[in-house]
């Protein structure tokens, strides 16, 4: 009874002297090949025996019935077609070479440079828009958890990656295949018995990383569709309060009742505005923002919960850099008010120039921060933040 087992081909067409070499080691372990799609062979096993493999050009479609009786003539006989190139094969050590016209490679190939040309011109595209993108968040990347936050976390990390990883394997493979076009255009002739296990690791784990990052951005895309999100209603402001964040009526009650007054009539001026929102992302298992605009006073206040302490950590440490290069001081709470600050892992506090108050907590995986201009000193109503995170 006939067994035969699938394997994975590492090769492309223009590595066909590796493959070649590939397969007389495969014949020598006791697999001869019988059929190949794309990258991969179903091959026989039997008993392990010398074979020789040689992969020539198309020239009109896989081996007609005359080519294979000329090459059979001459000791060699067809095994299968694989993309543009057909496999024969000789367990003769003495029958002579069947294909030596290295230059019919070089035409073979030619098509190869174009194809290549045109997926390293759209992979240069994507690299441009990607970098464009980045560029434009620039002033509001501070490090790897806000570039992540900012581009869609795992979905644009992976896309980046994915495009890298392309951009290389589209390299090497426009590289090699105008070396072997350089070989044969200065009468070079075509090698055999090639060195293939660097090759052929190399391929594998190109092929591994592709699809794992492929993998990867699916998976982003699908997280960042399913992840939840909630806006949350004007109307339902005043029943709205999860715990965090700390909410403009409990700072600045005055201001808020031009918000309550509007909620209540459902007349909205234009100098009033209340929104608020809660969802998740890759980072950080709740998000809850809220930002009110009541005449000449705005507060907007955002409660995270990171999925680890080091992300936590890592966020605040990103968002106090933004502000410390616009030459803001912040001030470290921790020291100069512990009594207030007990518990908390950090507390800092600063002042703009055009008088928006910010305050910054954080313990463990919880972060609130706060930007408030108005008549109130945030400080004065520390204990209401610190209250609620503890």
């Not at 081909?9 to 059929?35: D, K, N, T, V």
């Not at 493979?173 to 009468?187: C, D, E, H, L, V």
Request: hydrophobic share 40%; net charge neutral.
């Amino acid at each position: 009874m006939k067994t035969t087992v699938t394997r994975f081909i590492p090769f492309l067409i223009h590595e066909f002297e590796q493959m070649e070499s590939w397969l007389c080691h495969m014949a020598s372990r006791g697999f001869f090949l019988e059929s190949a799609f794309w990258l991969w062979g179903t091959f026989e096993k039997g008993s392990p025996r010398d074979r020789k493999y040689r992969v020539i050009p198309k020239a009109f479609g896989s081996a007609g019935t005359e080519e294979k009786e000329i090459y059979a003539a001459s000791g060699w006989h067809y095994v299968c077609a694989k993309g543009d190139v057909n496999i024969f094969y000789t367990d003769n050590k003495t029958a002579p070479e069947i294909f030596t016209d290295s230059s019919t490679f070089k035409s073979h190939l030619k098509r190869y440079v174009w194809l290549s040309l045109l997926l390293l011109a759209v992979i240069l595209f994507w690299t441009f828009k990607i970098v464009q993108g980045i560029m434009s968040l620039q002033d509001v990347i501070n490090g790897p958890v806000t570039f992540l936050i900012e581009t869609g976390a795992l979905a644009a990390t992976f896309f980046i990656l994915l495009i890298i990883a392309a951009l290389v394997s589209v390299l090497r493979y426009f590289f090699k295949t105008i070396f072997i076009i350089y070989r044969s255009a200065r009468g070079k002739e075509l090698r055999h018995n090639m060195p293939y296990k660097n090759t052929a690791l190399r391929n594998r784990l190109e092929l591994f990383s592709i699809l794992i990052l492929a993998a990867g951005l699916v998976a982003g895309i699908l997280v960042s569709h399913n992840l939840p999100y909630t806006v949350i209603s004007a109307d339902k402001t005043l029943a709205f309060r999860s715990g965090r964040p700390v909410m403009l009526k409990e700072i600045d009650p005055e201001s808020w009742k031009k918000v309550q007054r509007c909620i209540d009539s459902e007349a909205w001026s234009e100098s009033v505005d209340y929104s608020a929102d809660e969802y998740s992302d890759a980072l950080f298992k709740k998000i809850v923002n809220i930002c009110t605009d009541a005449d000449d006073t705005i507060f907007r206040s955002d409660y995270y919960e990171a999925r680890h302490e080091k992300i936590a950590a890592q966020f605040v440490k990103e968002n106090l850099s933004y502000y410390v290069k616009q030459g803001n001081t912040i001030c470290d709470l921790k020291k100069f008010r512990p009594a207030e600050t007990t518990g908390l892992d950090y507390a800092g506090y600063w002042e703009e120039d055009d008088g928006y108050q910010h305050l910054c907590l954080r313990v463990g995986t919880k972060i609130e921060t706060v930007s408030y201009s108005g008549s109130e000193k945030l400080l004065e109503h520390l204990e209401v933040f610190t209250d609620d995170i503890i």
